[in-house]
C-alpha cells in the first residue's frame, strides 16, 4: 500500500529541478496518470510560495518506469494575485508529463470575491451507509496495486461481470485514500483530486462496452483539473465520471468530486486514446 503524501515528495537539486521516485504502489498497467501529475503539482508547490493550487492542465507524453524522475519548474508569471508555472517531467532525457499549474494568493479572496453555486448535486447515498470493496469481495485482491491505496464504496454493485447489457456511461462511488486520507499541505492534498478526477476516466467511459468485452486499452491523452474549494478537504470525496461521447478513436470524459456535505470541490476532464490490445 502506497502514501499519497510519501510517494509524491519531491527533492530540490537547485534552480528550479527536483528529483522524485516513481512507486510500484501505484501500478495501472504503469504509473497511474494523475499519480505521475502529481509529482508536477508538488513541484510547483515547493516553489510557488505561500499560494494555492487553482487549475492543472497536462499532457501525457511517455509511460514512467519505477525510478527515479526529473522535473523542472519554470516561472511564466509571478504577481500578486495570481502566478503561472511550468512543470516538465522527464526520465533518463526521456519526456513523461509537461503541464501548467495556475495558483492564486489570499489576495484573490475576501469581500469583492463573488460566490455563487449554479448546480445540483447527485441525489445519492452518503459513504456511511455504503458498503466497501473489501467487504463486498473480501476474497478477491485488486488487479492492479493501485486500487489497494483507495477504500471505495460504490452506489451501484453489479455482482455477475461482464454485465449482460450496456450500462449508462457514468461511474460514481465515494473514495478515501489510505493508509492516510488527507493532508494539511494544500498542495499535497490537491494530489487527491489529479489522482481521483483522472481515476473517473475509464471506468466510465468502459461501461457502455464492457458487456462484450472489447480487447482494447485506452491510454490517457491530458488532464485538467479544477480547484473549486479551498482545502484541505474532508476524508471522503465523491467520483462523479461521465464519459459523453467516444469517436474516431478518442474517447472523451468528464469528471467532478463531492464532498459529503455535497459541496463541488473540483472537477475536470481529458481524453482517452483507444487502441487494440497487442495480440
Same mark, same amino acid.
Given at each position: 500500500?502506497?502514501?499519497?503524501?510519501?510517494?509524491? !515528495?519531491?527533492? *530540490?537539486?537547485?534552480?528550479?529541478?527536483? +528529483?522524485?521516485?516513481?512507486?510500484?504502489?501505484?501500478?495501472?498497467?504503469?504509473?497511474?496518470?494523475?499519480?505521475?501529475?502529481?509529482?508536477?503539482?508538488?513541484?510547483?508547490?515547493?516553489?510557488?510560495?505561500?499560494?494555492?493550487?487553482?487549475?492543472?492542465?497536462?499532457?501525457?507524453?511517455?509511460?514512467?518506469?519505477?525510478?527515479?524522475?526529473?522535473?523542472?519548474?519554470?516561472?511564466?508569471?509571478?504577481?500578486?494575485?495570481?502566478?503561472?508555472?511550468?512543470?516538465?517531467?522527464?526520465? !533518463?532525457?526521456?519526456?513523461?508529463?509537461?503541464?501548467?499549474?495556475?495558483?492564486?494568493?489570499?489576495?484573490?479572496?475576501?469581500?469583492?470575491?463573488?460566490?455563487?453555486?449554479?448546480?445540483?448535486?447527485?441525489?445519492?447515498?452518503?459513504?456511511?451507509?455504503?458498503?466497501?470493496?473489501?467487504?463486498?469481495?473480501?476474497?478477491?485482491?485488486?488487479?492492479?496495486?493501485? $486500487?489497494?491505496?483507495?477504500?471505495?464504496?460504490?452506489?451501484? $454493485?453489479?455482482?455477475?461481470?461482464?454485465?449482460? *447489457?450496456?450500462?449508462?456511461?457514468?461511474?460514481?462511488?465515494?473514495?478515501?485514500? +489510505?493508509?492516510?486520507?488527507?493532508?494539511?499541505?494544500?498542495?499535497?492534498?490537491?494530489?487527491?483530486?489529479?489522482?481521483?478526477?483522472?481515476?473517473?476516466? $475509464?471506468?466510465?467511459?468502459?461501461?457502455?462496452?464492457?458487456?462484450? *468485452?472489447?480487447?482494447?486499452?485506452?491510454?490517457?491523452?491530458?488532464?485538467?483539473?479544477?480547484?473549486? *474549494?479551498?482545502?484541505?478537504?474532508?476524508?471522503?470525496?465523491?467520483?462523479?465520471?461521465?464519459?459523453?461521447?467516444?469517436?474516431?478513436?478518442?474517447?472523451?470524459?468528464?469528471?467532478?468530486?463531492?464532498?459529503?456535505?455535497?459541496?463541488?470541490? !473540483?472537477?475536470?476532464?481529458?481524453?482517452?486514446?483507444?487502441?487494440?490490445?497487442?495480440?
Amino acid at each position: 500500500m502506497g502514501d499519497l503524501g510519501v510517494d509524491t !515528495a519531491v527533492e *530540490e537539486v537547485g534552480d528550479g529541478r527536483y +528529483r522524485a521516485s516513481v512507486n510500484k504502489d501505484w501500478e495501472i498497467w504503469g504509473p497511474m496518470g494523475g499519480y505521475a501529475a502529481a509529482f508536477a503539482l508538488r513541484a510547483v508547490g515547493a516553489c510557488a510560495g505561500d499560494v494555492r493550487p487553482a487549475s492543472f492542465s497536462c499532457q501525457y507524453l511517455g509511460v514512467a518506469s519505477f525510478d527515479e524522475i526529473d522535473i523542472e519548474v519554470v516561472t511564466l508569471k509571478a504577481g500578486r494575485t495570481v502566478a503561472f508555472h511550468r512543470a516538465s517531467v522527464t526520465q !533518463a532525457g526521456r519526456p513523461i508529463l509537461e503541464a501548467m499549474v495556475c495558483s492564486i494568493g489570499e489576495s484573490a479572496d475576501g469581500d469583492h470575491a463573488l460566490e455563487h453555486v449554479e448546480i445540483d448535486p447527485p441525489d445519492v447515498e452518503g459513504p456511511d451507509g455504503l458498503l466497501s470493496f473489501d467487504e463486498l469481495r473480501p476474497d478477491e485482491a485488486p488487479h492492479f496495486p493501485f $486500487w489497494d491505496n483507495l477504500e471505495g464504496r460504490p452506489l451501484q $454493485w453489479i455482482e455477475d461481470w461482464p454485465p449482460p *447489457e450496456p450500462l449508462p456511461a457514468v461511474w460514481q462511488q465515494w473514495l478515501r485514500f +489510505r493508509p492516510a486520507a488527507t493532508f494539511a499541505d494544500p498542495w499535497v492534498d490537491a494530489c487527491r483530486a489529479l489522482v481521483l478526477v483522472d481515476i473517473q476516466s $475509464w471506468p466510465s467511459a468502459h461501461l457502455p462496452h464492457a458487456w462484450r *468485452e472489447p480487447a482494447v486499452y485506452a491510454p490517457s491523452l491530458d488532464l485538467y483539473v479544477a480547484f473549486h *474549494e479551498p482545502n484541505p478537504w474532508g476524508e471522503w470525496l465523491l467520483a462523479d465520471g461521465h464519459s459523453a461521447v467516444a469517436s474516431g478513436g478518442l474517447i472523451g470524459w468528464t469528471g467532478r468530486l463531492w464532498s459529503p456535505e455535497r459541496r463541488l470541490v !473540483a472537477s475536470g476532464g481529458g481524453q482517452l486514446l483507444c487502441r487494440k490490445l497487442p495480440g
